[in-house]
Every structure is written in structure tokens, then in C-alpha cells.
């Protein structure tokens, strides 16, 4: 099963302190973090996002069309980074999820945030349940 | 909040960690066998102790310590036999004393060292091939004995004995600990590649509506690929196999119609591909030919597969390339079955005379003889070429040949357009 975990922004990172902030310490800590990814196997891609203030939003409403800059006020709402990820059930996403997060904490000391796990629409969603 | 169900919670923590648990406990108790009974210990603990305490934060580090501190418990009580069993003792001392020091060392490149040494030494040239499979789904795929058993469709216990035999027979052998140098190596890597495509094609291989065990054995491979791409990123042919089979699994879901039918790769609905799968597969392929690996054979296959990945639309295959990319791999690895696919690619390329050519020049090969694909292959060539008569004979030929009750209808119905055809009108 395929899985989109999305990490909820947080403050350092719309704040641009995080990611987007070009230190080589940075990107060292990224090429790193990816690498323990993908060394188990079950990152299919992945990316961090830039802060939502160098972002727009497009807004389709009735016959208007809206482009709205950034930043968008709740963070908490916001999109900081993603990743598609290959498990096998619901219960190893989840546990895939802490792990992500724990990375974070390792690579960003004092990161904290939300993760949202939903599992992507693909032909296994409409077998039986397991 | 809610949390998950504790024991499927606890199945994926071990999932996701058992391999790294059992590498690291292998470098410190020098045997695979051991390390993994330890490894299981710390899961029985787990499974008494975290519906009540929860899951910890790090689980899989207090699986770790935990076995760390049977390992221990272990070589205390093997010093206490010391005094009883000196010149036994001694080398037990050694080892404690090494063991105690690893505790301390180990960081995340020795876990990446580790993992890679457990897939060496699970796909040790002293086990048979069944035994290499059986180990590395179990040691590094985290599988139970009874889901290897259920993908392979063999009883549990002969799995179980399998995986027992296996353990011994590293034990006796004094397989060493460590990640082959030298010439060594290619051999050593050859036969690691060969278990986990052999993995790849058990699951690819298997048809819709059997038991959902034998597919997921592709994600088990990948998944086995994919790591091992990561561990030992300098192998072309890693980066081949794995391109092979990104590419491969990108068909999965187009490979059947709703009944479960067969569909053949020229007739699939490539929108059905899966493009994530494809773009690492091609991402893969690349690789290898960067680190100079075009011409391992499984860097040729994927680039006989890629050729039809890239191809918007069957009419927009290059055949010239496949059939270049086949007679290469004909020439590096021999095989009837690869010189029919030549064949076929000859055909699509050049026209129906110039592959039934070469399908002709196999008639006589014994390991043919009862493949089905043969008859079914110059049938359709001399189908393109009209002569209907010998088509449809080697159409009826094929039906009877092949054991698949749905390509045997589809065989004969095409005999029977052969016939209708020939019919003076």
C-alpha cells in the first residue's frame, strides 16, 4: 500500500529557518536525513517545501478565479514537506510516521509538529481488507 | 488520540526493524543463528511487556537493548562455565570483552555495515538457493516462517526446517561476519541479486485472485533492491536489477483484465502504468550506466523494458533498440528463451520473415520443446506472412501445449480465425 505522509509546517519552517535556510550544515543534515530514508526501503519520493509566505494560492469559487500570495496565517494548516512511502499495512505507516518524525528531531533538535498519514487511491483500496 | 492495536503496532515495529536489530546483534555474537533467537527474545518481551506500558518512543532501540542485555546475560552465564570450562572460557572472555566495547561504537554507517553483512551472509554460496530465499525473506524481510511459507506455497515446517538447516550450516561453516572484498565480491553479489529477482519473480509471476501473499512478495523485493542500492551504491548491476524491477512492478495492476485474464504487454492500458514506479525505474537504469554497468544483464534487461516504458503508445516502441539491446544480451548470457524474445523484438523490427528465421533455428532445441511460447510465437509470424495453414497448426500446437486454461481458449480461437481465413470465400 501506498501512503502520502504530509508534515505539517511549523513555526522555524515558514519561518524559513529551517530547509530553506542555505547553510551547508543544512544541506548536509537533508542529504543525510534523505539518505536514512531511503535506506529503509520504502521512500518512493519525497520533499521538503519552501515557506508558505514564497507561496500563492489558486482558488476556484463559482466563476472566479482567486490567486491568493502567502503566507497563510495557521501554520498548523500549512504544508512543509512530504513524502510517498510503500508499507504494508496501516499500522507500519503509522509507525513509518514516528520514525520520520523522530528523524526530524535528530537532524532538527527542538522540531516539533504534526504528520498526517492517508494512504493514496490505488487499486489495493478497493480489495478487502486484509 | 488513538493509538493503534498494540500487536499489529508491535508486527510493524518489528517490520520495520528486525533486520537492523538482528545485523547488529550478529557483529556482536558473531552468529547468525544466536542473534536472531536473541532478536526474537526482545520481540517476546515487547509483546508482554508494551500493551500494558505502551510502545516506547524508540522502539526499536528498546528491542535493541533489550536483546543487547540477554546477549550479555548470556555471556555472564557462559563466564560462570568458564571456571568449569576453561580452555572454553577463554575465547568466550575475548568475545564478551569485544562484545561490551561494540556497545558503545556502533552508529548509523555501522548499522548500514551491518545490514549489508547480513545480506551477504544470508545469501551465503554454502546454502542452497531455497535456503538463501527462505533466509533473507525471514532475516531481512522481516517475514514469519508461515508467510514465507503461504508465498511460497510449500508446508510451514518445511520453511521452518529450512531456516533451522540454514542456520546450522553458516554455524559449522565459520561463515565470517563481513562484506566480501575483491574478486570475491562479484561472484558473492551475483548470487545476492539472484535471490532477491528470484523473490521478485515468485510474487510477479503468480496471477490475480491467489492468495495476496505471493504479490507482495514484488513489494518484499523492491523493497530488499531498494535498500541494497542504498547500502552498496557503487554496484551497476544493483542499480540494474533494481531499474529491472521498478520498471517490471510498473505494470502490476495493468497485467490483468477484471476476470483475472492475462493481458500482454503490447495490449495494456498504459495509463494504468504506474509512472512513480517508472520514473525511479528509469532514474535506476540511468545510474548503472553512469557507474559504467550498461552491459550487466540486468541493466540490459531494464533497458529492454524501459524501451517500452518510454513508449507512449505500443506503435511508439523502438524495436531497432530492443532488438540491438537482445542480441547483446544473447551474446553475454545464452539462452533459447532470451534468443525467441530476440525473435520476437527481430520481427517488430524487420519484419515477420527475418524472426521466424530465428524462431525456426530453435525448432530443435530440447529445453523447448514443451514451450508453449515457441509454436505460439511462429504461428504469429506466419500468420503476418499469410501462410495460414501452418499458422493455424502452430496456433492448435501451442493450445496444447500451454497450461493456462485461459491462453489455451485464446489460442485456439486464434487458430480458428486462421482457418476462417484460409476458407475460399
Redesign the interface.
Known amino acids: 500500500m501506498r501512503f502520502m505522509v504530509i508534515i505539517k509546517a511549523d513555526k522555524k519552517s515558514e519561518a524559513g529557518i529551517l530547509p530553506t535556510q542555505e547553510t551547508k550544515k543544512t544541506f548536509a543534515a537533508m542529504g543525510k536525513f534523505n539518505?536514512?530514508l531511503?535506506?529503509?526501503?520504502?521512500m518512493?519520493?519525497g520533499e521538503g517545501l519552501q515557506p508558505s509566505s514564497k507561496g500563492k494560492r489558486v482558488r476556484f469559487s463559482g466563476q472566479q478565479r482567486t490567486v491568493i500570495d502567502g503566507p497563510f496565517s495557521e501554520a498548523k494548516e500549512v504544508v512543509g514537506g512530504f513524502a510517498?512511502l510503500?508499507f504494508?499495512?496501516?499500522?507500519?505507516a503509522?509507525?513509518?510516521a514516528l520514525?520520520f518524525m523522530?528523524l526530524h528531531r535528530k537532524f532538527w533538535p527542538g522540531w516539533e509538529g504534526e504528520t498526517e498519514v492517508r494512504q493514496v487511491l490505488?487499486?489495493e483500496a478497493f480489495?478487502p481488507e486484509? | 488520540m488513538t493509538t493503534a492495536h498494540p500487536h499489529s503496532a508491535i508486527d510493524a515495529v518489528w517490520r520495520i526493524e528486525s533486520a537492523r536489530i538482528i545485523a547488529g546483534l550478529t557483529r556482536i555474537v558473531r552468529d547468525v543463528g544466536l542473534a536472531e533467537e536473541l532478536a526474537q527474545d526482545a520481540l517476546v518481551a515487547a509483546l508482554e511487556q508494551w500493551p500494558e506500558s505502551g510502545i516506547p518512543d524508540n522502539p526499536g532501540a528498546w528491542l535493541m537493548a533489550t536483546a543487547k542485555h540477554r546477549a550479555i546475560d548470556m555471556f555472564r552465564r557462559n563466564k560462570l562455565l568458564e571456571r568449569k570450562h576453561e580452555e572454553l572460557g577463554r575465547e568466550l572472555k575475548t568475545q564478551q570483552e569485544s562484545a561490551v566495547a561494540d556497545f558503545d561504537i556502533a552508529n548509523d554507517d555501522d548499522i548500514g555495515d551491518d545490514l549489508l553483512r547480513l545480506v551477504f551472509i544470508s545469501c551465503h554460496p554454502v546454502l542452497s538457493t531455497e535456503a538463501r530465499v527462505a533466509l533473507t525473506l525471514r532475516l531481512l524481510g522481516g517475514l514469519t516462517t508461515e508467510e514465507i511459507a503461504r508465498a511460497f506455497l510449500v508446508p510451514e515446517p518445511t520453511v521452518a526446517q529450512r531456516i533451522v538447516r540454514a542456520k546450522r550450516t553458516l554455524t559449522e561453516a565459520h561463515v565470517p561476519f563481513e562484506v566480501p572484498r575483491g574478486p570475491e565480491l562479484a561472484g558473492r553479489l551475483s548470487s545476492v541479486l539472484e535471490v532477491i529477482y528470484l523473490v521478485f519473480n515468485e510474487g510477479y509471476s503468480a496471477t490475480a485472485g491467489d492468495d495476496w501473499m505471493r504479490p507482495a512478495l514484488c513489494e518484499d523485493a523492491l523493497r530488499l533492491g531498494r535498500i541494497l542500492a542504498e547500502l552498496a551504491p557503487n554496484e551497476p548491476e544493483v542499480h540494474g536489477l533494481v531499474a529491472l524491477m521498478e520498471i517490471q512492478a510498473s505494470r502490476a495492476h495493468a497485467r490483468t483484465g477484471p476476470a483475472g485474464e492475462p493481458i500482454l504487454l503490447l495490449e495494456q492500458d498504459r495509463g494504468r502504468w504506474d509512472h512513480m514506479l517508472i520514473r525511479r525505474g528509469l532514474a535506476a537504469l540511468e545510474r548503472a550506466e553512469e557507474l559504467g554497468g550498461a552491459l550487466g544483464p540486468y541493466a540490459l534487461q531494464a533497458a529492454i523494458a524501459a524501451c517500452h516504458a518510454r513508449a507512449g503508445t505500443a506503435a511508439e516502441t523502438d524495436w531497432k533498440r530492443i532488438a540491438a539491446l537482445y542480441d547483446v544480451l544473447s551474446r553475454l548470457m545464452p539462452s533459447p528463451v532470451v534468443e525467441l524474445n530476440r525473435a520476437v523484438a527481430v520481427a517488430m523490427a524487420f519484419g515477420p520473415a527475418a524472426g521466424l528465421e530465428l524462431a525456426d533455428a530453435l525448432a530443435s532445441e530440447p529445453s523447448l520443446k514443451a514451450y508453449h511460447l515457441l509454436p505460439s510465437v511462429r504461428a504469429d509470424f506466419l500468420l503476418k506472412l499469410g501462410r495460414l495453414t501452418e499458422a493455424r497448426a502452430e496456433f492448435e500446437r501451442a493450445a496444447s501445449l500451454t497450461r493456462n486454461a485461459r491462453e489455451r481458449e485464446l489460442l485456439l480461437n486464434r487458430a480458428g480465425a486462421c482457418a476462417a481465413q484460409a476458407r475460399p470465400q
Do not use: N
Request: net charge negative; aromatic share 0%.
Open positions: 539518505e536514512q531511503a535506506k529503509a526501503g520504502v518512493l519520493a510517498i510503500e504494508k499495512s496501516k499500522e507500519e503509522i509507525e513509518g520514525q523522530e490505488g487499486p480489495a486484509a
